[in-house]
């Protein structure tokens, strides 16, 4: 066993003892052996002497010096992955260290590390200190000078924060180039590139009138699908500038895309790395997923620089402080860029489906947790996706205007330093002349909130009343909870669908029929007077808490709903809540070997939904599309797997026999002979064909489709010139019919596999497969030629859509799927700890199983436990989810 690491406490902050004000690294490149000559400016930031402590781990400390003496080894101590010299002066000193490490054998993607044979960093939140020995913690900003050395052959390309100050030849085939970045930043916004590159240039001019370059640097073989993430990059760049003033800082900008990396992309002052995933896109390779996924990432990263990087967190407690609201960044620039409506919904499926469960699970921490002892376990969708509703939510509580106030007060308080989620509630208290203390609630107590909601209708007083009480389950950090503090938007319908005017303070010009309710008591009630007939609620209208809903409403009101409702939002909610319903009803028919059928009632109105020529195509998509299997899971005391699966899919079959013509009318009606084009219009046409393909394909179990159906799949992957519409027409057939599906599946891999992001493609769509035998054949891909387990794209395409998405064989009765996670997590466990520790997560999630299913998940955590080396990721996962 190795130590295991402390838990270390929010409530234990101390400042640090010493800052560093200037850091000057000379790193002399080699990938077994890789040289790094520190020097620290230090001045202590207290009064009392304490030693210097500064982290060091996995590298080999080779010598120490302070002020310009070398010191012997009874003058400093290396232990635990700490470097403590116990006596240092009590004005300003200089202290050098050098230390040497191995990127070649770093497979944790932590640090320095090689990836196609390029060198590239990842240092948030603690990879620092596997490269020298520092203060490894965000509220030490320093001001970084890098000397970058390496072989003039293997790595034409040197790059570093900040601005290229100086570079040329060295003796011995090695050159060298030195970067400073003027602006103070943590070292976990470090960074450092190097190898054989190729990059495309452009510029961008900020309404200010400064020139700054924009690079992004790719391998040679990508060099020409570079233009989209070029084209997105300005367009988020303008975006901040219109949106909150902001501007960009630095005259250079740069972006790399490397193969191998344990994340999408990550916002290193002025010199990004990212996942190639979100930058290469052609349309022939790419989806328009991809291209919007792009678009979202490079804007995210971007809109870092000022939430993240200009004021960063004090401590990785805060973590959301500059994730949260960035995720609330880049949702709004997308709303923007696409459809508004969809864009919110595409965000509330993955709270309610993933973030929802998490809330559920033993993993369950707050916005800003307490504790913890791995904080790589902690970039989580709480403090991402809830962290944003959060943001969220201010920004509905306060409107637009006085948030963007709160915004800019943040801005002029704390550029340049390091805060707190209180720091950016304040500033928004200011802006907002109202106490927000009750709100912060939402920082500090985990688990999902949950409404009870009941009206009452008086006609002889033409009144009507809104009752609703509040809950929240207990969770780790809190058994008790006090009651949230939230915006509630609604608007009531009279029986022809006609909305109320409910907001009567509305000024002139203003949406009159949303009433926003602020709910802030454990039970509240709100009147609504002058109301001539029982109306229908229209609650939570865009999403407007995060919070589980208990509403009883007439299929009559939802199908009101769905037809009428002014908040698109809300309409595609009441099409989801009848399809839950049935859902539902079908699966205790179905646990109870009953035969399952579909009502007439729910199939007419997707068919109104599909024939509204009105409607954005993109939002009749997801209208059309039944809730997800994880959602419907959540609705259940015990998740029945398979139940779910064959109901939903006996469902989906259903639709596409009864819906046929309609179908077909809508799919070819959308097929345009234009040439392929990435914007939201042609998405959205697209989106709405595939989806209708998909219901034309979607076999009943066990059953066969005619071969005309099976023609129009492979007549579309035959045909089309993007990825886009190939893959949906390849995954239609794969999950339709196992002989057509492997023949596409070949020919596809003949014609991708030197292409590894398409390769991620097809792995993950043999994966989700939802015919049976997909677990054998997932096994089998384990040892094909284009599986790596040490690159994370690979394990997430093939393991993780197979564990995390394939709920109905990953949870086949016979446990072998647990048994193939469990070996998985084994053996990725040494090499990549945090992508070991995320592959949990289906495990974790146990307890909401059957007693057989849950002694054979157990099963496997106890056997993970029980190896010989466990990391502190997946230690501190399997022990909360064993607690
Ligand atoms: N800050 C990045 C996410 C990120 C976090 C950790 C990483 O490596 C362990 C990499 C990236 C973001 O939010 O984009
Ligand atoms: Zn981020």
Not at 41 to 63: A, I, S
Not at 611 to 640: K, R, Y
Not at 763 to 774: D, H, N, R
Not at 834 to 844: G, N, V, Y
């Amino acid at each position: 066993m190795i130590a295991q690491k402390k838990e270390t406490f929010l409530k234990d902050y101390q400042p640090p003892a010493y800052l560093v004000d200037r850091v000057d690294l000379r790193i002399e490149l080699d990938a077994q052996s890789t040289l790094v000559q520190s020097r620290l400016l230090c001045r202590p930031n207290q009064q009392t002497k304490k030693p210097l402590v500064l982290n060091g781990k996995r590298l080999e400390v080779v010598q120490v010096a302070l002020n310009g003496s070398v010191l012997t080894r009874n003058r400093f101590t290396f232990t635990d992955g700490l470097l403590t010299i116990a006596h240092v002066p009590a004005e300003p000193f200089e202290v050098a260290v050098t230390t040497r490490i191995n990127p070649a054998e770093n497979t944790a993607l932590e640090g320095l590390y090689l990836s196609s044979g390029n060198y590239c960093t990842q240092c948030e939140p603690e990879g620092f200190r596997t490269i020298t020995c520092f203060p490894d913690r965000p509220d030490v900003m320093s001001v970084f000078t890098t000397t970058v050395i390496g072989d003039k052959t293997s790595c034409p390309v040197l790059l570093a924060n900040g601005n290229l100050m100086a570079s040329g030849d060295l003796d011995d085939g090695r050159h060298y180039a030195t970067w400073h970045d003027p602006f103070p930043k943590p070292s976990y916004l470090f960074a450092l590139v190097a190898g054989d590159l190729v990059r495309i240039s452009d510029t961008f001019t900020t309404r200010s009138g400064r020139t700054v370059a924009l690079h992004i640097y790719v391998e040679a073989r990508n060099r020409d699908k570079c233009g989209h993430a070029m084209r997105s990059l300005k367009k988020a760049m303008r975006w901040d500038e219109e949106h909150f003033g902001r501007e960009y800082d630095l005259d250079l900008y740069m972006i790399v895309a490397v193969d191998d990396f344990n994340m999408g992309a990550m916002e290193n002052k002025g010199l990004n790395v990212f996942n190639s995933k979100y930058v290469l896109a052609l349309p022939e390779t790419a989806t328009d997923a991809d291209y919007e996924g792009i678009e979202a990432v490079i804007a995210h990263e971007y809109f870092h620089n000022w939430t993240g990087n200009r004021i960063t967190c004090r401590d990785w407690f805060q973590l959301s402080l500059k994730e949260g609201l960035t995720v609330f960044r880049d949702q709004e620039f997308t709303a923007d860029m696409s459809s508004r409506p969809v864009k919110r919904i595409e965000d509330v499926n993955i709270i309610r489906s993933l973030q929802f469960r998490e809330d559920s699970g033993p993993m369950a921490h707050p916005v800003r947790p307490p504790s913890f002892v791995e904080i790589n376990n902690f970039y989580t969708l709480t403090v991402y996706n809830k962290g944003a509703e959060v943001i969220r939510m201010l920004f509905t509580l306060l409107g637009a205007e006085t948030f963007r106030q709160g915004m800019d007060i943040y801005f002029d308080r704390h550029d340049g330093q390091a805060v707190t989620c209180d720091d950016f509630v304040a500033a928004m208290e200011t802006a907002w002349g109202k106490d927000l203390s009750q709100f912060k609630r939402w920082y500090s107590q985990a688990g999902t909130p949950e409404l009870t909601v009941t009206g009452h209708y008086s006609a002889a007083d033409q009144q009507f009343i809104l009752e609703i009480e509040q809950s929240c389950p207990p969770t780790r950090e809190s058994v008790v909870k006090e009651p949230f503090f939230m915006p509630i938007a609604i608007g009531l319908l009279d029986e022809n669908g006609n909305a109320l005017p409910v907001n009567t303070d509305a000024g002139t010009g203003t949406d009159t029929d949303t009433k926003m309710l602020i709910l802030s008591e454990q039970r509240q009630q709100y009147f609504f007077p002058n109301i001539t007939s029982k109306p229908t609620v229209s609650f939570l209208r865009n999403f407007s808490a995060p919070v589980k809903v208990h509403h009883a409403q007439s299929e009559e009101e939802l199908h009101r709903l769905m037809t009428h409702d002014t908040d698109p939002f809300n309409r595609w909610e009441a099409g989801q809540t009848l399809s839950l319903r049935h859902i539902l009803e079908q699966i205790a028919n179905f646990q109870h070997q009953q035969p399952i059928s579909i009502r007439h009632r729910l199939v007419r109105g997707l068919r109104d939904f599909l024939l509204d020529t009105d409607l954005d195509p993109a939002f009749t998509a997801m209208a059309v599309t039944l809730p997800t299997e994880n959602w419907i899971g959540q609705q259940m005391t015990i998740i029945d797997p398979v139940a779910i699966f064959s109901v939903r899919q006996q469902f989906r079959a259903q639709i596409g026999l009864q819906l046929r013509d309609e179908l077909l009318q809508r799919y070819h009606d959308l097929t345009g002979d234009i040439p392929y084009q990435y914007n939201a219009v042609e998405a959205a046409r697209r989106t709405l064909r595939n989806t209708c393909l998909a219901y034309l394909l979607a076999p009943e179990i066990g059953g066969r489709l005619t071969p005309e159906l099976l023609q129009l799949g492979t007549e579309q992957y035959q045909r089309s010139d993007n990825m886009t519409d190939s893959i949906a027409a390849l995954g239609c057939v794969v999950n339709a019919d196992a002989a057509a599906g492997a023949a596409l599946l070949a020919d596809f891999y003949t014609k991708w596999q030197h292409d590894p992001l398409v390769v991620d493609k097809w792995l993950a769509l043999q994966a989700g497969c939802s015919l049976p035998g997909t677990l054998e054949h997932v096994k089998n891909l384990t040892g094909h030629a284009s599986f790596s387990i040490k690159n994370p794209n690979k394990v997430r395409a093939l393991i993780a859509t197979f564990c995390a998405t394939n709920h109905n064989q990953f949870h086949a009765a016979d446990g072998h799927g647990y048994c193939f996670l469990g070996d998985q997590v084994i053996r990725l466990d040494p090499l990549n700890p945090q992508i070991a520790a995320r592959m949990l997560t289906p495990l974790t999630q146990w307890r909401r199983y059957d007693p057989t299913r849950q002694q054979m998940m157990c099963e496997q955590l106890e056997r993970i436990r029980r190896q010989p080396l466990v990391s502190d990721d997946v230690q501190e996962v399997v022990d909360r989810s064993l607690q």
